[in-house]
């Protein structure tokens, strides 16, 4: 059984620039979230993704947008990066609500905008 | 989204026990309690999760109070690759359909002494 994979590892862009993310979620799972690690700080909900359509987001702007494929891969799409988007961007898949109750994690991307 | 409080860092000896304590005085009926960790430079991963009643898995046991209000999550004999960020979270629903989101906090950092 594969992991949860995110491509790239590490991303290098400046400000004003666009950034796509990508994620492939765990075999069986349909439901793909994102989520934004700033150093030395918990991740924060993005948003998530279950049957192609955003199922919910957490407090960013538009600007943060994002994709889930047929495959339920996903990605990420950040416009106009700012100094402040610098993080670690992390994906998870699980099942929907109900079966079972974990989210599996990717590595994450770490993202530096100079 | 309901709030957790947990302590900044905690140390413990390899070999001996470790109790992580977690506040949630606003949780409600339908909460869940949740814990994830994670380890330097990884994704976060799931520990154990628990509604009313006690819960034990191969990696942790979780206590959690009669009113609900705390928990606790505890490792029985603490490795050194169980040092780590631990996470308590109260899963919120999302949506239509798809999956919970997961509200971190700024988690415990565990270190443990050889």
């Known amino acids: 059984e594969t992991g949860v994979t995110q491509s790239p590892t590490h991303l290098i862009k400046t400000r004003g620039q666009q950034v796509t993310l990508r994620c492939s979620s765990q075999?069986?799972?349909?439901?793909v979230s994102w989520y934004q690690q700033a150093l030395g700080q918990g991740p924060q909900f993005i948003f998530q993704?279950?049957?192609?359509?955003?199922?919910g987001r957490g407090n960013f702007p538009p600007r943060f947008s994002g994709l889930q494929f047929p495959n339920y891969s996903s990605e990420l799409n950040v416009n106009a990066l700012e100094l402040d988007d610098s993080a670690l961007y992390l994906c998870?898949?699980?099942?929907?609500?109900?079966?079972?109750?974990?989210?599996?994690f990717g590595p994450g991307t770490r993202l530096t905008v100079l | 989204d309901a709030k957790t409080t947990q302590p900044n860092s905690m140390e413990s000896n390899e070999e001996e026990p470790v109790h992580l304590p977690c506040n949630h005085s606003?949780?409600?009926?339908?909460?869940?309690i949740h814990w994830y960790r994670q380890l330097p430079s990884q994704g976060p991963e799931y520990v154990i999760h628990?509604?009313?009643s006690n819960v034990n898995n191969r990696m942790a046991s979780l206590a959690i109070a009669e009113d609900r209000k705390s928990s606790t999550l505890i490792l029985h004999r603490a490795t050194l690759r169980d040092a780590a960020v631990y996470y308590c979270?109260?899963?919120?629903?999302?949506?239509?359909?798809?999956?919970?989101?997961?509200?971190f906090g700024a988690g415990t950092t565990v270190t443990v002494r050889a």
């Open positions: 998870a898949s699980s099942s929907t609500r109900d079966t079972p109750n974990e989210q599996f």
């Open positions: 075999s069986g799972h349909n439901t």
């Open positions: 993704y279950y049957r192609e359509e955003e199922n």
């Open positions: 606003t949780i409600s009926g339908t909460d869940y």
């Open positions: 628990g509604l009313t």
């Open positions: 979270i109260l899963r919120a629903l999302m949506g239509w359909g798809g999956d919970y989101k997961l509200s």
